[in-house]
Protein backbone atom coordinates (compact mmCIF):
# COMPACT_ATOMS: atom_id res chain seq x y z
CA UNK A 1 0.00 0.00 0.00
CA UNK A 2 1.84 3.25 -0.96
CA UNK A 3 1.72 6.19 1.42
CA UNK A 4 -1.24 8.18 -0.46
CA UNK A 5 -3.96 4.84 -0.14
CA UNK A 6 -2.21 4.46 3.76
CA UNK A 7 -3.30 8.13 4.43
CA UNK A 8 -6.68 7.72 3.31
CA UNK A 9 -7.58 4.64 5.11
CA UNK A 10 -6.95 6.83 8.12
CA UNK A 11 -8.85 10.02 7.54
CA UNK A 12 -10.75 9.03 4.28
CA UNK A 13 -11.75 11.89 2.89
CA UNK A 14 -10.89 14.65 4.95
CA UNK A 15 -8.88 16.79 4.07
CA UNK A 16 -4.66 16.94 3.87
CA UNK A 17 -1.53 18.32 2.79
CA UNK A 18 -0.17 16.80 -0.12
CA UNK A 19 2.97 18.44 -1.72
CA UNK A 20 3.45 18.23 -5.26
CA UNK A 21 6.48 18.67 -7.33
CA UNK A 22 7.05 18.73 -11.44
CA UNK A 23 9.44 20.32 -13.87
CA UNK A 24 9.38 22.63 -17.35
CA UNK A 25 11.45 21.11 -18.92
CA UNK A 26 13.00 23.42 -21.99
CA UNK A 27 14.70 21.72 -25.16
CA UNK A 28 17.58 23.18 -27.28
CA UNK A 29 14.90 25.59 -28.99
CA UNK A 30 13.66 26.89 -25.96
CA UNK A 31 10.30 24.93 -26.56
CA UNK A 32 8.86 23.83 -23.01
CA UNK A 33 7.82 20.17 -22.91
CA UNK A 34 4.16 19.68 -22.12
CA UNK A 35 1.90 16.34 -21.54
CA UNK A 36 -1.84 15.47 -22.11
CA UNK A 37 -3.09 14.09 -19.42
CA UNK A 38 -5.15 10.35 -19.34
CA UNK A 39 -7.06 11.48 -16.08
CA UNK A 40 -8.41 14.45 -17.89
CA UNK A 41 -7.03 15.18 -21.73
CA UNK A 42 -6.01 18.61 -20.35
CA UNK A 43 -2.28 19.73 -20.93
CA UNK A 44 -0.02 20.27 -18.20
CA UNK A 45 3.65 19.49 -17.01
CA UNK A 46 4.94 16.67 -15.52
CA UNK A 47 5.12 16.23 -11.97
CA UNK A 48 2.99 14.36 -9.05
CA UNK A 49 2.77 13.76 -5.28
CA UNK A 50 5.40 12.97 -3.52
CA UNK A 51 5.88 9.99 -1.78
CA UNK A 52 7.67 8.98 1.76
CA UNK A 53 11.46 9.28 1.70
CA UNK A 54 11.61 11.34 -1.39
CA UNK A 55 12.49 15.13 -1.42
CA UNK A 56 10.52 17.51 -3.48
CA UNK A 57 13.50 17.29 -6.56
CA UNK A 58 13.25 13.44 -6.06
CA UNK A 59 10.07 13.58 -6.88
CA UNK A 60 9.85 15.93 -9.90
CA UNK A 61 12.99 14.09 -11.51
CA UNK A 62 10.72 10.60 -10.64
CA UNK A 63 7.39 11.75 -12.15
CA UNK A 64 9.08 13.63 -14.79
CA UNK A 65 10.83 9.46 -15.56
CA UNK A 66 7.36 8.23 -15.36
CA UNK A 67 5.73 10.40 -17.22
CA UNK A 68 8.15 11.15 -20.15
CA UNK A 69 11.30 8.97 -19.95
CA UNK A 70 13.27 12.05 -19.96
CA UNK A 71 16.09 11.52 -17.16
CA UNK A 72 16.44 15.17 -15.30
CA UNK A 73 20.44 16.18 -14.61
CA UNK A 74 19.98 19.50 -13.24
CA UNK A 75 16.97 21.81 -11.85
CA UNK A 76 16.00 25.17 -11.04
CA UNK A 77 13.52 26.75 -7.97
CA UNK A 78 10.90 27.91 -10.47
CA UNK A 79 8.38 28.96 -7.70
CA UNK A 80 6.60 27.56 -4.60
CA UNK A 81 2.45 27.84 -4.62
CA UNK A 82 -0.19 27.28 -1.67
CA UNK A 83 -2.98 28.64 -0.07
CA UNK A 84 -6.48 27.97 0.08
CA UNK A 85 -6.71 28.86 -4.10
CA UNK A 86 -4.94 25.16 -4.29
CA UNK A 87 -7.58 23.17 -2.59
CA UNK A 88 -8.93 20.76 -4.38
CA UNK A 89 -11.49 18.06 -4.16
CA UNK A 90 -11.00 14.97 -6.46
CA UNK A 91 -13.82 13.13 -8.19
CA UNK A 92 -13.56 10.31 -5.35
CA UNK A 93 -14.06 12.98 -2.70
CA UNK A 94 -10.83 13.54 -1.54
CA UNK A 95 -9.66 16.56 -0.46
CA UNK A 96 -6.40 18.33 -0.47
CA UNK A 97 -4.18 21.74 0.59
CA UNK A 98 -1.74 20.94 -2.18
CA UNK A 99 1.95 22.77 -1.50
CA UNK A 100 2.98 22.21 -5.96
CA UNK A 101 6.85 23.04 -6.24
CA UNK A 102 8.05 23.80 -9.87
CA UNK A 103 11.59 23.85 -11.06
CA UNK A 104 12.59 24.66 -14.75
CA UNK A 105 15.15 22.17 -16.25
CA UNK A 106 17.34 22.71 -19.33
CA UNK A 107 19.92 19.71 -19.10
CA UNK A 108 18.47 16.15 -19.19
CA UNK A 109 18.66 12.99 -21.31
CA UNK A 110 16.80 9.88 -22.16
CA UNK A 111 14.53 9.63 -25.13
CA UNK A 112 11.17 11.63 -25.01
CA UNK A 113 8.06 8.61 -24.81
CA UNK A 114 4.92 9.96 -27.07
CA UNK A 115 2.58 8.47 -24.74
CA UNK A 116 2.03 5.66 -21.65
CA UNK A 117 -0.36 5.25 -19.13
CA UNK A 118 -0.22 8.89 -17.71
CA UNK A 119 0.40 10.59 -20.92
CA UNK A 120 -1.64 11.10 -24.50
CA UNK A 121 0.66 12.91 -25.59
CA UNK A 122 4.10 14.14 -24.58
CA UNK A 123 5.28 17.26 -27.05
CA UNK A 124 7.42 20.70 -27.33
CA UNK A 125 5.95 23.94 -27.26
CA UNK A 126 6.89 27.10 -28.39
CA UNK A 127 6.04 29.52 -25.44
CA UNK A 128 4.13 31.42 -28.02
CA UNK A 129 2.08 28.49 -29.14
CA UNK A 130 1.13 26.78 -26.43
CA UNK A 131 -2.12 24.41 -25.95
CA UNK A 132 -5.31 25.83 -25.53
CA UNK A 133 -6.68 23.49 -23.14
CA UNK A 134 -4.47 24.04 -20.04
CA UNK A 135 -4.88 21.97 -16.82
CA UNK A 136 -6.57 24.15 -14.53
CA UNK A 137 -3.81 24.13 -11.66
CA UNK A 138 -1.63 24.38 -14.16
CA UNK A 139 -2.59 27.63 -15.64
CA UNK A 140 -1.11 29.64 -13.12
CA UNK A 141 2.31 28.36 -13.59
CA UNK A 142 1.43 28.77 -17.40
CA UNK A 143 0.92 32.86 -16.64
CA UNK A 144 3.71 33.35 -14.19
CA UNK A 145 6.25 31.51 -16.85
CA UNK A 146 5.04 34.30 -19.71
CA UNK A 147 5.34 37.14 -17.34
CA UNK A 148 8.99 36.14 -17.16
CA UNK A 149 8.63 37.49 -13.05
CA UNK A 150 11.61 36.78 -11.21
CA UNK A 151 12.06 33.35 -9.83
CA UNK A 152 11.61 32.10 -7.46
CA UNK A 153 8.06 32.89 -7.37
CA UNK A 154 6.48 32.01 -3.89
CA UNK A 155 2.68 32.34 -4.36
Known sequence: ?????????????????????????????????????????????????????????????REVYEETGLILNELELFGIYSGPKYDKTFSNGDQVALVL????????????????????????YSLKELPKNIFTEHKVLVEDLLSKKQVPIIG
Open 1 to 61: MDYIQRLRSLVGNEKVIMVVSGAFIFDEENRVLMQKRTDNGQWGFPGGFMELGESVVDTAK
Open 101 to 124: ISFISKKYSGDLIESNEESIHNKF
